[in-house]
């Protein structure tokens, strides 16, 4: 080994990102609830876009993206010259986290936020500032208070990963219109399309100069696998970050799919509905048998169990019976399980199984 070879500081202090397990050994047919991904995958005119775009592999694609930043801003009513478009909102993060924090700077976030926050400010040499939540939901008056005059980005995601809670619009404009000057907030809506009646933090980005807007087709339009997310903010912010960005992130199936799928509105209303059906169903269902949640406004619900090992046992009990569902010690929550909506039948399973695991207790 060559001692001389050495990363950036702070590089070897992130720990790396596990996604959701996907598998149980000796299970083939085992349901994957730990992703937060949508059980019906993408609409049908995304999956035909997907299939034209073979014929163009040879090609390289566009760098300007200007067909999914258009059809975005036509569908959500913005400006496409004020879009930016990644390789899954976790780019824009990264981007945001490099064009705007280096060492000496810090990085906000809530308590239980989402962990690319940390590990982003961190590649960037900045330093990663978890503040409290109130009841597992985010707390303006706490993250103005740790805000000092080395604080550069503010990332808030409405709804919350792992917690599901959100706060309103009115407090993220408090939020917004509280930071020191050289802040910027984030709003991140990787959710957002769950949430009956809420833009993400779209008007906000459209009349603040501090805050930035980002969405993902991972979640709600069940293109996880295919990695397209995007920003929206000021100009001036939106310009710095297509400095960094390479510019080919995105291939020609990511943009014409993404095209295809932002304008199928059908498909998005029918997932909304569906899922909150079965997010209904499944709170009350899990509250029935002794595991309370917070009231979930995202496509997962975050169960709560007496300590540590009563999570664990539950989440060995769900995964015997090929079940999926995903333990959140990395967030600080071990005693709770994070359990995605899925379809019915599988929502009815998780009831069922997490039923006769309480009763046995
Ligand atoms: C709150 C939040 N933000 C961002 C992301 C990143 O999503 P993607 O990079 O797939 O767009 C996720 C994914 O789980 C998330 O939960």
Known sequence: MNDAIRPQPGILDIALYEGGAAHVAGLTDA?????????????????????????FLH??????????????????????????CGAGSDEIIHFLCQAYAGPGDEVLFTEHGFLMYRISAMAAGATPVA?????????????????TERTKLVFVANPNNPTGTMIGLSELERLANGLPPQAILVI????????????GGADLATRLPNVVMTRTFSKIYGLGGLRIGWGYGPRAIIDVLNRIRGPFNLSTAQLET???????????????????????????????KGVPSDTSTANFILAR??????AAACDAALRAEGLIVRQVKGYGLPHCLRITVGDEPSCRRVAHVIGQFKARL
Do not use: Q
Not at 31 to 46: M, T
Not at 131 to 146: F, H, K, P, Q, W
């Open 258 to 288: 993404a095209e295809a799928a932002v304008r199928d509105r059908d498909h998005i209303d029918r997932c909304r509905t569906e899922n909150a059906r079965m997010r209904a169903w499944l709170a009350e269902a899990l509250a029935e």
């Open 131 to 147: 503040v409290r939540e109130r009841e597992r939901t985010t707390d303006v008056d706490a993250l103005l208070a740790g805000t």
């Open 59 to 84: 090609r390289y694609p566009n760098t300007d993206h200007r067909g999914l930043r258009t059809a975005i801003g036509e569908v959500h009513g913005l400006d496409p010259d004020r879009i930016i």
């Open 31 to 55: 349901i994957k609830l730990s992703s937060n991904e949508n059980p019906f995958g993408p609409s049908d005119r995304a999956r035909e876009a997907f299939s034209r775009a073979v014929h």
């Open 188 to 199: 991140d809506g990787a959710y957002a399309e769950y949430v009956e009646d809420y833009d």
């Open 305 to 310: 169990f007496a300590d540590e090992a009563e």
